[in-house]
């Protein structure tokens, strides 16, 4: 069974770094793309950055050149960098992963980040 298991989460000031990781059971070069999600409280859960197998990356316009994805194969692991973090930030944040060559797509359990003022 395919799991994604995510870390790195905590409290953190605003103006300050978190690192989270997306850790896959499986080769990460079964998936396509791979993002990370959050969903803060009363909200919809919500892109805020994705990376192609080639490494080509997309991002949120308010999470731009604040957070870094990137994607280490060797471990299989795909990374969230989190720089200048705001109150804002603040939300439970998910790894999603699709299969290639199907329709299937995993999901972590989520890691919580909060970002206070």
């Known amino acids: 069974q395919v799991q994604l298991v995510e870390s790195g989460g905590g409290l953190v000031q605003a103006g300050g770094s978190l690192r989270l990781s997306c850790a896959a059971s499986?080769?990460?070069?079964?998936?396509?793309?791979i993002g990370w999600y959050r969903q803060a409280p009363g909200k919809q859960r919500e892109l805020v950055a994705s990376?192609?197998?080639?490494?080509?990356?997309n991002y949120a316009d308010s999470v731009k050149g604040r957070f870094t994805v990137s994607r280490d194969n060797a471990k299989n692991t795909v990374y969230l960098q989190m720089n200048s973090l705001k109150p804002e930030d603040t939300a439970v944040y998910y790894c999603?992963?699709?299969?290639?060559?199907?329709?299937?797509?995993?999901w972590g359990q989520g890691t919580q980040v909060t970002v206070s003022s």
């Open positions: 499986i080769s990460i070069f079964n998936f396509n793309d």
């Open positions: 990376i192609t197998q080639g490494g080509s990356t």
């Open positions: 999603n992963a699709a299969r290639r060559f199907s329709a299937i797509d995993y």
